[in-house]
């Protein structure tokens, strides 16, 4: 006996009209009369009422209409995808959103190296209109995965020449699939022209070990 079939049987047995099971699965008397005649299925929230509304099990209602079976099991697999695929769509947008944002990145995760200072011994600092005697261009790559660095966004802070480095970095998912994840940057700071090379430093700021960076030292103009 398939569902049709019993749907018909208990709804006899339990003296109701169409129109009157119809009324409380609030659907429409013609609705009952499809699903009564295999015309069409209820969908799996429906048939727990009907089994709740008649006290019967869902094995009971739908053992022996495999047609019913395969066609809830469709059903339950497009929900699934359903929600894979807007769990996937949510994901990717909040990844666009979060990867437009840059973050202050983390010295204990990055490399730098090819580290180049370039400084122009004839300039003195008086023209207000140049802030800067000293180029440092560098690579620095990212150690995490989902993280790379923004090469437009390094800053240098000065203190009497012992220079600190800072240097944003952006998030995304798909950073997993870059396998460099490395930039080149470059930045400019005044330095005392009274600083000798030997004197400078160069440290990341916020470094907790505190370790200098190696670099190689150029003068133009002498």
């Given at each position: 006996m398939n569902?049709?079939?019993?749907?018909?049987?208990?709804?006899?047995?339990?003296h109701l009209t169409q129109e009157q099971l119809a009324e409380e699965l609030q659907v429409s008397r013609s609705t009952i009369s499809s699903w009564e005649t295999g015309?069409?299925?209820?969908?799996?929230?429906?048939v727990i009422e009907i089994c709740d509304r008649f006290n019967v099990s869902l094995d009971f209602l739908l053992r022996e209409d495999e047609?019913?079976?395969?066609?809830?099991?469709?059903?339950?697999k497009q929900k699934r995808m359903l929600v894979v695929l807007v769990t996937i769509l949510l994901v990717l947008l909040v990844n666009t959103v979060?990867?437009?944002?840059?973050?202050?990145a983390n010295p204990e995760s990055l490399e730098i190296s090819h580290v180049k200072?370039?400084?122009?011994?004839?300039?003195?600092?008086?023209?207000?209109n140049r802030d800067w005697n000293t180029t440092i261009d560098l690579?620095?790559?990212s150690n995490n995965v989902f993280f790379k660095p923004i090469g437009d966004d390094?800053?240098?802070?000065?203190?009497?020449?012992?220079?600190?480095l800072q240097i944003n970095w952006s998030f995304s998912i798909?950073?997993?699939f870059d396998t460099h994840r490395f930039v080149k940057a470059d930045q400019s700071v005044l330095l005392d022209e009274n600083v000798a090379n030997e004197e400078i430093t160069l440290k990341w700021d916020g470094d907790k070990s505190n370790h200098l960076i190696p670099f190689d030292i150029s003068t133009i103009n002498k």
């Open positions: 569902l049709s079939e019993k749907m018909k049987k208990l709804r006899a047995e339990n015309r069409s299925y209820p969908d799996l929230e429906m047609k019913m079976v395969r066609k809830l099991n469709f059903g339950i979060v990867s437009a944002t840059p973050f202050k200072l370039q400084r122009d011994l004839s300039y003195n600092g008086e023209d207000p690579t620095v790559k390094l800053l240098v802070s000065n203190e009497n020449g012992n220079l600190s798909f950073h997993i």
